[in-house]
């Protein structure tokens, strides 16, 4: 094995550079100086080869001239503001144009060079080739824009899933709807429409810019979506104005300017509709489109459960044979107004009355009549009082009335008129003589005294009883004290 | 002062200087950037006026946590923000100077509120960046998408996603950031978005309803705002005075401070 000899300084003029011009020319990355406001004045000739192009077309130049138009965006906006206030910028992207091939990736570096009172001069650049990086980090962007995507989709539909899943009422839920479409769509304003008994759709959460109701029948985005089972996207106001020119009309009037609609649908049933407003034109693709039936069917099966859960509890609180209030939801109601009528020192009343003549039906009739004609009275009971008073089968042929905020007046006149329909003869009972002994008991709050629940039963009872053997077809009426 | 006094002057970061006497002035940023684009014009400004500087929510040192994207998905979330700083200080008679997209956003909020509103100074304004029928806005769709790219590029893409991980504090990228860049700070998911609002958004339609008298400021040679764009600005405000700036690239209030001040002076003497 041998050692290479010692030479002296002079014997080895391969290993030194020719000349610095020589070294800039051909050094192993592009460099250019632009004037303060970015005329290329000097380039070397790597970036030439890099690039493509001849001297004479770069020098004389913008910098930007030499980027794609992304980079040019860039440049602008980001690039040239931090090198102005910083003095340099660092490792930043950009992408320069070559003729007849496709940009090359290039990692850039520039320094703002100042003359002695601080005024820019010149900028000098380096440019790195980072093809080979940019490709990696293309398939990386790639993969990581999907998965962010992804990501968000099942974010999205997970929160939503535990929102939902919480929410006992329509409202609750119809909220959380309109939150998780804001933040899916990151829409300016959202709002659920449910479908009603009367055929409109309205608003139950959110906020609807232009109307609280709309009629099911009525030409609209939202009605359209229901008739149509899908998801309808208006990416511009145009397209609004195109489909549905008067509302199109009325919403360029506020500042959206596109919109969605996503039916909710339980099992070809309607019950309403989720909108979203954008305050700009807006492009939804597939992704968006399948997020807005993913939200809307994770919606409709908890309405379906709440809707069941609310048939339960009308089971469980209600009589099964007349629909009216039974004994545990009295008793509650009765509870929750007595509390209101103290709170607000306000009078209520309650009405017990107890069937006269009513055995002799059951009896001779048969109990299948006999239950004919509790449901007719029942509903002739329910017409003759007023909305808010509320009408229960307390057992047998007992029926009890609660009044919220009534006084011995408006008490008097209901009990009247309970008495009076209930005396009207009965078809399937015709020949039978049926009447209604009624007793009410009054409370007012403005005497300051408290009273519970079972004691207004008793007194309303006593009263009823009182009524019963005074002749029956009467009305005794009791002030709580 | 109530609650919302502190939210709204802290959310966007809101610096009130210059002569307390004099006419408020108040400067909007635009994409990219954060206050910090001002600092070259202040000195020349704070004698006469009583300069408000602040910083887009998702730049500077906007508070991120009021990023709500329903709300700032369109010009109408950050216009709203405008008000709501003129209204925290009760200003009137403002001179409101707004470069790039903010101009847009200076628009919006003095159609909506003009008793608020003393003159307008856009400083290369553009309604619509994506060409149109019979529209030159300069760019296409795939030019849009070439920025995204090179945002995610810049801050997504390598240097963003190890960042965090080489400062050991993923859950707050925002350090990293400050790290790379501590001028200009902006969010990167915000930016990401910001960018998708400002080059997507049409707002050709506001332009004719504008009732303050208005100065639009071109530069000679921009590529993101051309002399066409500035021209059609200047033609459907009516009223707007249009002063062309011998200055390339589209940030004159860095690049040549002095002369867009001279022109904003020359306009409100």
Not at chain 1, 156 to 183: E, I
Not at chain 1, 294 to 300: D, H, K, P, S
Not at chain 2, 89 to 118: I, K, Q
Not at chain 2, 130 to 135: A, S, V
Request: some cysteine.
């Amino acid at each position: 094995m041998t050692t290479p000899a010692a030479r002296s300084d002079g014997e080895r003029p391969a290993a030194r550079e020719d000349s610095f011009e020589e070294l800039y020319a051909t050094a192993p990355c592009g460099l250019l100086s632009t004037t303060s406001d970015g005329v290329v004045v000097t380039v070397n000739d790597t970036l030439l080869r890099w690039i493509g192009v001849a001297r004479d077309d770069v020098l004389g130049q913008q910098f930007t001239d030499l980027l794609d138009s992304g980079s040019q965006l860039f440049y602008e906006t980001r690039y040239q503001p931090v090198l102005q206030l910083k003095g340099e910028v660092r490792e930043v992207a950009l992408a320069l144009r070559r003729p007849g091939r496709d940009p090359l990736a290039v990692l850039v570096n520039s320094d703002l060079v100042t003359d002695a009172t601080g005024s820019p001069v010149h900028v000098r650049t380096a440019v790195f080739d980072s093809t080979a990086r940019k490709g990696y980090e293309r398939e990386l962007l790639l993969a990581q824009r999907a998965a962010e995507s992804s990501e968000a989709r099942v974010r999205v539909l997970q929160d939503a899933s535990s929102a939902f899943g919480s929410s006992s009422t329509d409202r609750a839920l119809s909220r959380a709807l309109v939150s998780s479409a804001r933040d899916a769509f990151a829409a300016a304003a959202a709002a659920v429409l449910l479908a009603d008994d009367s055929d409109m759709l309205t608003v139950s959460a959110g906020s609807h810019p232009l109307d609280q109701s709309v009629p099911l029948g009525a030409a609209r985005p939202e009605t359209d979506a229901i008739r149509r089972s899908e998801v309808l996207t208006f990416p511009t106001l145009d397209d609004l104005r195109a489909a549905y020119p008067e509302f199109g009309e009325r919403l360029a009037t506020t500042r959206y300017e596109a919109m969605t609609v996503a039916p909710l649908i339980n099992e070809g049933h309607p019950l309403g509709v989720l909108v979203a407003f954008f305050g700009r034109r807006r492009t939804f693709d597939d992704r968006e489109v399948e997020l807005h039936e993913a939200l809307a069917r994770q919606a409709v099966q908890v309405f379906g459960r709440l809707r069941l859960q609310n048939e339960l509890v009308q089971l469980a609180l209600h009589d099964q044979l007349t629909g009216l209030a039974n004994r545990t939801l009295l008793h509650e109601q009765l509870d929750r107004v007595l509390v209101t009528a103290q709170r607000n020192l306000r009078a209520m009343a309650l009405i017990f009355l107890d069937l006269d003549g009513f055995k002799a039906v059951n009896d001779n009739l048969g109990h299948a009549t006999g239950d004919t004609v509790l449901r007719t009275l029942s509903t002739r009971m329910e017409a003759a009082v007023r909305r808010s008073d509320i009408v229960g089968r307390y057992g047998g042929d007992e029926f009890v009335i609660i009044c919220e905020d009534t006084d011995e007046d408006a008490a008097r006149r209901v009990a009247e008129r309970i008495r009076a329909v209930v005396s009207e003869s009965v078809e399937v009972a015709a020949g039978y003589a049926i009447s209604a002994s009624v007793g009410v008991a009054l409370y007012s709050a403005v005497l300051g005294t408290a009273v519970t629940a079972e004691r207004m039963f008793h007194l309303a009872d006593d009263a009823m009883y009182e009524s019963k053997r005074s002749g029956k077809d009467r009305v005794t009426v009791v002030r709580a004290t | 002062m109530t609650a919302g006094t502190v939210d709204v002057l802290r959310r966007n970061n809101v610096q009130v200087l210059g002569n307390p006497e004099g006419r408020p002035m108040l400067l909007a940023h635009g994409f990219g950037c954060s206050q910090e684009m001002w600092r070259l014009m202040v000195p020349h400004l704070e004698d006469t006026y009583r300069i408000v500087l602040f910083d887009q929510v998702g730049a500077g040192d906007s508070d991120l946590r009021a990023y709500d994207r329903g709300k700032y998905d369109s010009l109408h979330g950050y216009a709203d923000d405008v008000l709501e700083i003129l209204d925290e200080l009760d200003l009137t008679d403002v001179v409101l100077v707004a470069h790039s997209v903010s101009a847009m956003v200076g628009v919006l909020a003095a159609n909506r509120r003009p008793e608020r509103f003393g003159a307008l100074v856009l400083v290369g304004p553009s309604p619509r960046y994506l060409n149109d029928t019979g529209y030159v806005g300069g760019f296409t769709q795939a030019d849009i998408d070439g920025l995204l790219d090179a945002l995610d590029s810049n801050y997504l893409g390598w240097s963003a996603t190890m960042a965090p991980v080489i400062m050991g504090n993923a859950e707050r990228p925002e350090l990293a950031m400050e790290l790379t860049a501590s001028f200009c700070r902006i969010d990167p998911t915000i930016a990401r978005h910001f960018a998708r609002v400002t080059f997507l958004s049409d707002n050709r339609r506001d332009l004719s309803a504008v009732r303050t008298p208005t100065l639009v400021l071109q530069c000679s040679e921009d590529l993101i705002a051309p002399m066409t764009v500035g021209q059609y600005v200047h033609q459907q405000i009516p009223g707007s005075t249009m002063r062309v700036l011998n200055a390339r690239g589209h940030v004159p209030n860095l690049s040549d401070p002095l002369s867009v001040v001279r022109e904003i002076q020359d306009f409100l003497a």
